[in-house]
């Protein structure tokens, strides 16, 4: 198995993400949607907590990708759907996702950010789903 990441110079500087990603492996490895949830099922951070939220959903997708097989560092796409979607709120997002990828030991994936509207989960602001591709 073998994960290429490409940020080509013709492109603006990427700041946590690949522009491409090029994987070899046999097993590929989707996440379902993963929201700010502890394993208790209770949503983390007060308020719409757009740092705590994204911490604990990035880690629940690695957490996810681990029970597959999987590790962070295999992640070749990762998706990423964020209520209010301003600056502040992004920043905060980023901080989130920041600190969970230095633990998970993850590596820098093809990412794209859609802001809608709302959730399925209660007071949840941020959600995220991973592919990624082993053996």
């Known amino acids: ?28 490895v989707c996440t379902s949607g993963q929201v700010g949830v502890d394993a208790a099922g209770t ?8 740092r705590a939220q994204a911490r604990q959903a990035a880690a629940n997708v690695y957490t996810a990708l681990v029970a597959a097989g999987a590790s962070a560092a295999d992640m070749v796409r990762l998706m990423i759907y964020v ?21 998970a030991g993850a590596k820098p994936t093809a990412t794209t950010l859609i802001g809608v509207t709302g959730m399925t989960f209660p007071g949840a602001v ?10």
């Open 126 to 135: 941020v959600e995220f789903d991973a592919t990624a591709l082993i053996d």
């Open 1 to 28: 198995m073998s994960i290429q990441r490409i940020s080509p110079d013709t492109l603006p500087e990427s700041h946590g993400f690949a522009h491409v990603v090029v994987a070899t492996g046999t097993r590929f």
């Open 83 to 103: 209520v209010e979607p301003t600056e502040a709120n992004l920043d905060a997002i980023y901080a989130g996702i920041g600190e969970a990828a230095r633990e």
């Open 43 to 50: 949503l983390v951070g007060e308020g719409a907590d757009y």
